[in-house]
């Protein structure tokens, strides 16, 4: 190579060099800019705000593994890799929750778990703030397109003399977990009647997905609805059945 074709060579390099390294700039300050939580000041509306999220992400947290096993808190379940899946049949005997059981594990989930998203005001103290706060009180209500999850949080936040008071907070998850969950009972009902049955016709009058395979001695149904996004993603419930 003549020493104009390395000249050329070099400055090609070196303007690509440039380029990528303005580009991985750009998406730095990019999706920095883009994550960065607003600014908590000392109003009602920035407070709210603050542990509304803290709901909804602990709300979607609970959603997620009440969906991934079946159920929240594992009774009689099938050994996955990752997790438990919940047996809603075994043998010919119906292990199906109650919608009101996953209501209150839902309700239980969010008492016990809010606080690790709210660091225990950690970002108020840390402005000055005096906190005063009480316990959760946590209702979920599981609708045919939704779930409301109402929180009671009795909070008391007081700076320079001024104090806000709040009470209670809610948040909406638009997980349509009322129809998954009929179409889960379906399912194991229709299998205590026929063992080992998949009837794809009864199951494609839901527009949801469904994937069917076996695992070890028991089968999985896996249940994913694109209608139902829980971070930017379809929400999946999975149940198992055993024949015994």
Request: proline share 0%; glycine share 6%; net charge positive.
């Given at each position: 190579m003549d020493k104009k074709a390395q000249i050329a060579f070099m400055i090609i390099a070196a303007v690509f060099i440039a380029i990528v390294a303005a580009l991985v700039i750009y998406a730095a300050n990019h999706f920095r800019n883009k994550n960065s939580a607003e600014p908590l000041v000392f109003e009602k509306t920035s407070i709210e705000n603050y542990i509304s999220s803290c709901i909804k992400k602990t709300a979607e947290d609970g959603?997620?593994?009440?969906?991934?096993?079946?159920i929240i808190v594992l009774d009689s379940y099938l050994q996955a890799p990752n997790s438990g899946v919940e047996y809603y049949l075994y043998g010919n005997q119906s292990r199906v929750p109650s919608i009101g059981k996953l209501q209150s594990q839902l309700s239980d989930y969010m008492n016990l778990n809010i606080n690790d998203c709210l660091r225990d005001f950690e970002d108020f103290q840390s402005q000055g703030w005096d906190v005063e706060k009480g316990s959760a009180n946590s209702n979920a209500q599981i609708n045919q397109n939704?779930?409301?999850?109402?929180?009671e949080l009795p909070l008391k936040v007081a700076s320079q003399g001024s104090q806000l008071n709040f009470e209670r907070f809610s948040s909406l998850v638009n997980v349509r977990l009322k129809?998954?969950?009929?179409?889960?009972?379906?399912?194991a009902d229709l299998n205590s009647k026929i063992p080992a049955s998949v009837d794809r016709t009864d199951l494609s009058s839901y527009d949801i997905n469904v994937t069917v395979f076996p695992y070890k001695d028991s089968i999985v149904y896996d249940?994913?609805?694109?209608?139902?996004l829980v971070m930017s993603k379809p929400y999946a419930f999975r149940l198992a059945l055993n024949f015994g």
């Open positions: 959603l997620r593994l009440l969906g991934r096993q079946g939704d779930v409301l999850f109402e929180v129809y998954i969950y009929d179409l889960a009972v379906k399912i249940i994913r609805d694109s209608k139902s």
